[in-house]
């Protein structure tokens, strides 16, 4: 392979999810570049299948997992990946599903000069979606799936990354089922097959395709060099200064920042090594604070508590007012007799307290006015009593206010005294300290006008670059439409398919299947082993098939240098498998990488990798306390 080819596509470098207080991260970078086989291990409920799917979440997925240990603490996932080569961050929200992503170039960690683009989700064939920006890195920018007759442009609709994650991730509930290529919707198997046909260039109408491709890009390429011209001549108005220059410059002035800081530290030392000899008037002053602080608070309480008193006693005078005023009207006016029980309407008996029939109480003499000498005795209690407490307030707090006042003076005293006799060893340094707040305002603009002009020169870095990489998509398209004998022979879909079926049997016989030499990749995809099609098969044969039949698109797209991404995402392939079976798939992935897999990336979860796969193992999670990382979420441990 030419190191330009293994440098196209795309592959993953780092996961990280964004929570509050703490970022929780997976690597898949052997040094600074991708490692080839990449293994998550660990038992069930870790979250291994978790980190794919926030993978594919991060590369468009409408959703994202959501259980219970995600869902209150992670806000964010990044996902670093290498688009043609150079690091790029992806980052979407969690909770609710996003219908944007915002994509920069850069890495995790670094202080990051660029600005995050915000590219939409759908619809896919828009310019700016990030399904295009995706698709752009794989020479597939712009594909459209035809619906209709071959030969037209009618009825078709734009090629989506999420179609072709069909060819880079197989989890787990595809491995054993017997709708491996989405047999119980046929027009998502129709488009599978379209998608394969557009990944190895065979589609039928492949030069239609590339004239309204070329169409497209032209004015997209007119419009991003006029963007460019646009953007060059106002930073060359604003005239930033050379990277090279403005890096120097940031570089300068953060040392300057730490400078300073450290100089004020070291003069503030000093001062107060100067300054001991007031230690005792410092304490002196610090006591003297204290007291006032409490003479007026003793004082703000009395205060509070005369005014809530004042109410209270307003209160209960009204209520003994309204009693007294009951009793005399007792007094007053002659009682009222009652002829007829209030309760069974009996006719009362002259004389009698109570009802004959009822026994219900009819009052003295039948009827009468309520006695209300006892709530009136206390209520006068409770007066007399608050009256009291309150003239013991009100003759309390003019002493309270002038032993406040008289605490304030004496602060005030100690805090002058203190004042006066420092003032000859703080002087001194006062001046040293404004010209040290002058040098890190200085330096702090200089930062700032630093880091504004890097965001410039990068953006208009990223601008040019955006720019070539339309120009040699656009060369390569022009190139492939001249050329009508070597299209021709690439659209050959009958070889692509031998390639395919040659290389599925090969990966079956060397996993000891049964009767290889049946094995083989129908037209329509669909795989066949021991003279039927997959579906015949046993789980565990399935489990195999699928495998095999997901490493022969791959591996043949990789070696063919078809528009396959490049890498692969293998989730639990140990499922209804044995201990010989996963040691041979194991041991076929290193070998391939190894060789003519070179520069492409495969990522497996797995609950018990072999131990011979233990060097590619990025992160083994135990489920245990003791021994950490317990999970993805590692401090989520209930």
Same mark, same amino acid.
């Given at each position: 392979?030419?190191?330009?080819?293994?440098a196209h596509?795309?592959?993953i470098r780092?996961l990280?999810?964004?929570a509050d207080g703490r970022p929780?991260?997976?690597?898949?970078?052997?040094g600074?570049?991708?490692?080839?086989?990449?293994v998550?291990?660990g038992?069930f409920?870790t979250?291994k299948t978790?980190?794919?799917?926030f993978?594919?979440?991060c590369?468009?997925?409408?959703d994202h997992?959501?259980?219970?240990?995600i869902?209150?603490?992670?806000? &964010?996932a990044?996902l670093?990946?290498e688009?043609?080569?150079t690091p790029h961050l992806?980052?979407?929200?969690?909770?609710?599903?996003?219908a944007h992503a915002?994509?920069s170039?850069?890495?995790?960690?670094?202080?990051?000069?660029?600005?995050?683009?915000?590219?939409p989700?759908r619809p896919a064939?828009?310019?700016?979606s990030l399904?295009?920006?995706l698709?752009s890195?794989?020479?597939?920018?712009?594909?459209?799936?035809r619906?209709?007759?071959?030969?037209?442009?009618?009825?078709t609709?734009?090629l989506?990354?999420r179609?072709?994650?069909?060819?880079?991730f197989? +989890?787990?509930?595809?491995?054993?089922s017997r709708?491996l %290529?989405f047999?119980?919707? +046929?027009m998502?198997?129709?488009?599978l097959?379209?998608?394969?046909?557009v990944v190895?260039?065979?589609?039928d109408? *492949?030069?239609?395709?590339?004239g309204?491709r070329i169409?497209?890009?032209e004015?997209r390429?007119?419009?991003?060099e006029?963007?460019?011209?646009?953007e060059t001549?106002?930073?060359a108005e604003?005239?930033?200064?050379e990277?090279?220059d403005?890096e120097?410059?940031a570089r300068?002035?953060?040392?300057?920042?730490a400078e300073? &800081?450290?100089?004020?530290a070291a003069l503030?030392? *000093?001062?107060r090594?100067?300054?001991?000899?007031?230690?005792?008037?410092?304490e002196r002053?610090?006591?003297?604070?204290?007291a006032?602080?409490?003479?007026?608070g003793? %004082?703000r309480?009395?205060?509070?508590?005369a005014?809530?008193?004042?109410s209270?006693?307003a209160?209960?005078?009204?209520?003994v007012?309204k009693l007294v005023?009951?009793?005399?009207?007792g007094a007053?006016f002659?009682p009222?007799?009652?002829d007829?029980c209030?309760s069974?309407?009996t006719?009362?008996?002259?004389g009698e307290? *109570?009802?004959?029939?009822?026994?219900a109480?009819?009052g003295?003499?039948g009827a009468g +006015?309520?006695?209300?000498?006892?709530? %009136?005795?206390?209520?006068r209690s409770?007066?007399?009593?608050?009256t009291r407490?309150l003239?013991?307030?009100e003759?309390?707090i003019p002493?309270?206010?002038a032993a406040?006042?008289?605490?304030?003076?004496v602060e005030?005293?100690a805090?002058?005294d203190?004042?006066?006799?420092t003032?000859?060893a703080?002087? +001194?340094?006062?001046?040293q300290?404004d010209?040290l707040?002058?040098?890190?305002?200085?330096?702090?603009?200089?930062l700032?006008r630093?880091?504004?002009? %890097?965001?410039?020169?990068?953006?208009?870095?990223e601008?040019a670059?955006?720019?070539?990489?339309?120009?040699?998509q656009l060369?390569?398209?022009r190139e492939?439409a001249a050329?009508p004998?070597?299209l021709?022979?690439?659209a050959?879909?009958?070889a692509?398919?031998?390639?395919?079926s040659?290389?599925?049997?090969d990966i079956?016989?060397e996993w000891r299947?049964?009767?290889?030499?049946d094995?083989?990749?129908?037209d329509d995809l669909?795989?066949?082993a021991?003279?039927?099609?997959?579906?015949?098969a046993?789980s565990?044969?399935?489990?195999?098939?699928?495998?095999?039949?997901?490493l022969?698109l791959?591996e043949?797209?990789?070696e063919?240098?078809s528009?396959?991404?490049?890498?692969?995402?293998?989730d639990?392939?140990?499922?209804?498998?044995g201990p010989?079976?996963?040691?041979r798939?194991y041991?076929h992935?290193?070998r391939w990488?190894a060789?003519?897999?070179?520069?492409?990336?495969v990522i497996v979860t797995?609950t018990?990798?072999p131990?011979?796969a233990?060097p590619?193992?990025?992160?083994?999670?135990s489920r245990?306390?003791?021994?950490p990382p317990y999970?993805?979420?590692d401090d989520?441990?209930?």
């Open positions: 392979m030419r190191n330009g080819f293994r596509g795309i592959r780092r990280r999810l964004h929780y991260d997976v690597d898949f970078r052997l600074d570049v991708p490692r080839p086989l990449s998550i291990a038992a409920g979250g978790t980190i794919l799917e993978v594919d979440y590369l468009g997925a409408a997992p959501r259980h219970p240990e869902m209150p603490r992670v806000r &964010a990044t670093e990946v688009l043609s080569g992806i980052q979407r929200p969690v909770g609710e599903p996003s915002y994509v170039q850069g890495r995790l960690d670094d202080t990051g000069t660029a600005t995050p683009e915000r590219r989700l064939g828009d310019p700016n399904s295009s920006l698709l890195h794989c020479k597939l920018e712009g594909v459209r799936l619906d209709g007759h071959a030969g037209t442009e009618t009825d609709d734009p989506s990354f179609d072709l994650m069909w060819l880079c197989l +989890p787990h509930d595809r491995l054993d709708d %290529l047999e119980d919707v +046929p998502k198997q129709l488009k097959r379209q998608v394969v046909d190895f260039d065979v589609h109408d *492949r030069a239609i395709e590339l309204r169409r497209t890009l004015p390429l007119a419009a991003a006029e963007r460019g011209r646009t001549a106002i930073v604003l005239a930033p200064g990277v090279a403005l120097e410059t300068a002035a953060k040392a300057e920042l300073a &800081a450290q100089a004020v503030d030392g *000093r001062a090594a100067d300054t001991t000899f007031a230690e005792d008037l410092r002053h610090r006591a003297a604070a204290d006032a602080r409490r003479a007026s003793l %004082l309480d009395r205060e509070t508590q005014a809530r008193m004042t209270l006693r209160t209960y005078a009204d209520d007012a005023m009951l009793t005399e009207a007053l002659p009222l007799r009652l007829v209030p069974c309407l006719p009362a008996v002259p307290r *109570r009802c004959a029939t009822c026994q109480d009819l003295p003499d +006015p309520p006695d209300v000498s006892g709530e %009136l005795r206390a209520a409770r007066l007399a009593e608050l407490y003239d013991d307030l003759a309390e002493r309270l206010r406040a006042e008289r605490a304030q003076e005030s005293r805090a002058a203190l004042d006066a006799a003032a000859h703080v002087t +001194p340094y006062l001046a300290r010209t707040a002058r040098r890190r305002e200085e330096a702090a603009a200089t700032q630093a880091e504004d002009g %890097l965001r410039l020169r990068h953006g208009l870095r601008r670059i955006g720019v070539e990489s339309l120009r040699a060369a390569g398209l492939e050329a004998d070597r021709a022979a690439a050959e879909r009958a692509v398919i031998a390639g395919i040659a290389r599925y049997r079956l016989r299947y049964p009767r290889p030499d094995a083989r990749v129908a669909t795989p066949w021991r003279g039927k099609p997959y579906p015949a046993s565990g044969g399935r489990t195999l098939i699928a495998l095999a039949w997901q022969a791959f043949t797209a990789w063919s240098r528009s396959h991404p490049g890498f692969l995402l293998l639990s392939p140990q499922k209804n498998l010989k079976e996963v040691d798939l041991r992935l290193e990488l060789g003519a897999g070179s520069g492409a990336q797995d018990a990798p131990p011979a233990d590619d193992v990025v992160v083994r999670f245990r306390v003791d021994r999970a993805l979420i989520e441990t209930d």
